[in-house]
């Protein structure tokens, strides 16, 4: 039977593994990482943030976040763990909430004076495509009226029908 080697898989295990790493620093390695408390270190990155908030906030000119004090004890921290989430911690990276979407003002149409006649000419000829009312469009009124019409004669018609 063939052992395979497997590859240490956090870097602290990488770095013990590594032959080049000296007695020492290895010594050194497992002893901090044998002080290592996670709680601790989770309350002092939240310290952190909160540090990082008031900084953000008053370079913005904000009122400074609210700063988190180190719990007594690894069971009261314990306990603040899952409230987090629902009080929602307010950090520099959070995105502001999203503006509602205002709506669009419909803007008066060139066409908006002469929807009685083409709805005539639609009531007589129900067939009359878009470019056959733009044309009619443009023999009654050259000056207001081109080919560059075609693609809001469409939409009206798309509409009315």
Same mark, same amino acid.
């Given at each position: 039977?063939?052992?395979?080697?497997?590859?240490?898989?956090?870097?602290?295990?990488?770095? !013990? /593994?590594?032959?080049?790493? #000296?007695?020492?620093?290895?010594? +050194?390695?497992?002893? *901090?990482? =044998?002080? @290592?408390? &996670?709680?601790?270190? !989770? /309350?002092?990155?939240?310290? #952190?943030?909160?540090?990082?908030? +008031?900084?953000?906030? *008053?370079? =913005?000119? @904000?009122? &400074?976040?609210?700063?988190?004090?180190?719990?007594?004890?690894?069971?009261?921290?314990?306990?603040?763990?899952?409230?987090?989430?629902?009080?929602?911690? &307010?950090?520099?990276?959070?995105?502001?909430?999203?503006?509602?979407?205002?709506?669009?003002?419909?803007?008066?149409?060139?066409?908006?004076?002469?929807?009685?006649?083409?709805?005539?000419?639609?009531?007589?000829?129900?067939?009359?495509?878009?470019?056959?009312?733009?044309?009619?469009?443009?023999?009654?009124?050259?000056?207001?009226?081109?080919?560059?019409?075609?693609?809001?004669?469409?939409?009206?018609?798309?509409?009315?029908?």
């Amino acid at each position: 039977m063939i052992k395979r080697y497997q590859l240490p898989s956090t870097p602290y295990e990488r770095a !013990l /593994a590594y032959p080049k790493v #000296t007695a020492t620093v290895k010594k +050194r390695l497992r002893d *901090q990482y =044998r002080s @290592l408390d &996670p709680v601790a270190l !989770l /309350a002092a990155i939240r310290a #952190t943030g909160d540090r990082v908030d +008031r900084r953000a906030g *008053q370079a =913005r000119g @904000l009122q &400074p976040a609210r700063t988190s004090i180190l719990p007594a004890t690894a069971a009261t921290f314990a306990k603040t763990l899952g409230k987090t989430a629902t009080v929602g911690e &307010p950090r520099a990276t959070h995105r502001r909430n999203r503006r509602p979407y205002k709506t669009r003002v419909r803007m008066p149409s060139k066409l908006d004076p002469h929807i009685a006649a083409i709805e005539a000419w639609l009531a007589e000829h129900p067939q009359l495509t878009a470019l056959a009312i733009g044309g009619r469009l443009r023999e009654k009124h050259p000056e207001e009226f081109g080919k560059r019409q075609h693609s809001i004669v469409q939409r009206l018609l798309r509409a009315l029908r």
